[in-house]
């Protein structure tokens, strides 16, 4: 049996990035607020809206959208209605 090898590795500069098999998904800045003011929350939604970027990256945004309750895959169900 052969050795177990380690996952393939891409790099981004300096910085080696490990591949995995989670894709990330990217949901729209605009959806994020939707969300955020239906609930109410306009401070937050007006930070979302000065802070991150057009399309955000739900695997690198993902401690953030935990801390505002944002599930990913509701999100991604919201932008197809």
Do not use: C, F, N, Y
Request: hydrophobic fraction near 30%.
């Amino acid at each position: 049996m052969p050795a177990p090898t380690a996952p393939p590795q891409r790099r981004t500069g300096d910085l080696p990035t490990i591949t995995t098999k989670e894709q990330s998904m990217t949901v729209s800045r605009h959806t994020i607020v939707a969300v955020l003011r239906r609930r109410g929350q306009h401070t937050r939604a007006d930070w979302v809206e000065r802070e991150l970027p057009a399309q955000v990256d739900t695997t690198r945004h993902a401690g953030l959208l935990a801390t505002l309750r944002l599930d990913p895959a509701e999100l991604d169900g919201s932008t197809t209605r």
